[in-house]
């Protein structure tokens, strides 16, 4: 059963919704230099070489040697309007409101706040904007709960400083963040220091042999930059106000075994090691876990960490563990039949269960057995903070849209964590991915439409940005009314 207080509500995330990328000052990030792909066409970094010829290179690989980020004409950034929100969150929040929501889960654009990233006094207008979102949120009694760093990190920062590789990073996050924790005291109480923070590694297993030893010391070190730099912004955020509820972020898989071999099983294990309790336990426990020497060990990585860092982990525990879920994925030592993509993952397909048009498992179960394995774990509060189907969506003459398939997965997630709240798990709250249509983080695409709320917008960016709600709007609401119990 939910509780009373249980925080129901949506998310989005800053450069997939708020367009506006050069508006009032704000600073280019590096989804800026992404462009649109789809479902069999990778998202492509954007750049010239040293010789001044225009290229570019599949999301999350490096750039050539000496070539530097650009916007080329000829190419379309997706993110560059998102579905701009920026101009338009009045109408969105109140739409929101309409539903009923307890939570809305937004992030802040680093760049919007300090554009190179390393200014020693933030944009103003950037700091206003966000005053002015949380401001609508209070108008309705909705928490907000806050992103700090959701894939936007500065261009500048990559170009200039080589981004997370260079610790330097950690000072100019933890600068960002002081300034999110005393702009907005008394408006924000919930934070996440970093989205998926597990992806960096996920992503290099993903490209399989194409990533090298090198790649995985640069993640390993990366993340490591990236965990004290979390650590520390718990600690400002503890400081600034002790009723701050600051969490990780973890992209979260149920891993299964493809088979019953014992080398499957063991797979298995090392999969949850590797993918999703290696990153937890950094910032659950404030430390390394005791397998973390065997997975550097495999890529010959070697980190620096200094004793302060370690000091650092300790002292800047999270409060609460976050998470995203869409899928579950089979690992397997025997080659496999069929595979299948998903979110930061890839795998044997599971005969169980069904597929999204992109491909992603539907596994309302393996929502429950990681909510029941991860609260056994760490025992924290726990939010859902990201789930949802990615769908494509049609309007009818009359303008309604029918997306009952969209209902169905979130009936069937939320019936499971009503199963595991009965089974001790504390989670306090559920905030729906991309609860209003946005741009996708994989794709680019407009198309993959995860909302409650349909926004008029195409592939190609046209549209007029019009907002409609879809039958699943009216759901949630109902949803929300009766705490869960009408699904
Ligand atoms: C997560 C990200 C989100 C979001 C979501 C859905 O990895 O935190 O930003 O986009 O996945 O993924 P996609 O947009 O690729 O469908």
Not at 146 to 169: A, C, Q
Request: aromatic share 16%; glycine share 10%; hydrophobic share 30%.
């Amino acid at each position: 059963m939910f509780s009373e207080s249980f925080l129901w509500g949506g998310a989005i995330a800053a450069n997939q919704a708020e367009g506006a990328w050069n508006v009032d000052g704000r600073g280019p990030a590096k989804t800026d230099v992404t462009t649109g792909g789809s479902v069999k066409e990778p998202r492509y970094v954007t750049y010239v070489d040293k010789d001044g010829n225009p290229g570019k290179v599949a999301h999350g690989r490096p750039l050539p040697e000496g070539a530097s980020y650009a916007i080329l004409e000829d190419c379309y950034y997706p993110n560059h309007d998102g579905i701009d929100f920026y101009h338009r969150y009045k109408e969105d929040i109140a739409l929101f409101a309409g539903m009923g929501f307890k939570m809305f889960r937004m992030s802040i654009s680093w760049s919007r706040l300090y554009p190179h990233g390393d200014e020693e006094t933030p944009n103003e207008k950037g700091v206003e904007f966000y005053r002015n979102v949380f401001k609508e949120c209070q108008k309705y009694g909705i928490e907000p709960l806050v992103t700090i760093w959701h894939f936007d990190t500065p261009l500048y920062l990559e170009e200039n400083y080589g981004g997370w590789n260079n610790r330097r990073l950690i000072g100019f996050y933890e600068r960002f963040a002081r300034t999110c924790f005393t702009e907005y005291k008394g408006l924000v109480k919930y934070w996440l220091t970093f989205n998926e923070i597990n992806n960096t590694v996920m992503m290099l297993d993903l490209f399989g042999n194409e990533a090298g030893d090198a790649e995985y010391q640069a993640g390993y070190q990366q993340l490591h930059y990236q965990f004290v730099a979390s650590a520390r912004a718990v600690q400002i955020g503890h400081e600034t106000d002790p009723d701050n509820m600051i969490g990780c972020m973890i992209c979260g898989i149920t891993f299964y075994p493809g088979t019953c071999d014992p080398e499957d099983i063991l797979l298995n294990r090392h999969s949850w090691e590797r993918g999703i309790f290696y990153c937890g336990d950094v910032q659950c426990k404030g430390k390394y876990p005791t397998f973390a020497k065997r997975l550097w060990a495999e890529h010959k990585v070697n980190l620096d960490i200094t004793e302060q860092d370690l000091k650092e982990l300790k002292n800047g525990c999270v409060d609460m563990y976050t998470f995203s879920y869409y899928m579950s994925s089979v690992v397997s030592t025997h080659k496999a039949q069929e595979t299948v993509s998903g979110n930061f993952t890839a795998g044997a397909k599971n005969p169980y269960l069904q597929y999204s048009d992109w491909g992603w498992a539907f596994d309302p179960k393996g929502l429950r057995y990681y909510l029941e394995m991860i609260y056994d774990r760490y025992e924290k509060p726990i939010m859902v903070v990201e789930n949802g189907l990615g769908a494509y969506d049609k309007i009818e003459e009359d303008g309604s849209i029918h997306d009952s398939y969209r209902i169905d997965y979130h009936r069937e997630h939320i019936k499971e964590m009503a199963n595991a709240i009965d089974n001790g798990v504390d989670l306090i709250g559920y905030t729906t991915w991309g609860c209003i249509d946005l741009v996708s983080a994989g794709t680019g695409e407009m198309r993959k439409r995860y909302g409650f709320i349909y926004v008029d917008k195409d592939d190609e960016g046209n549209g007029t940005y019009d907002r409609r709600k879809k039958d699943s709007y009216y759901w949630y609401k109902k949803v929300i009314e009766s705490r869960g119990t009408e699904l």
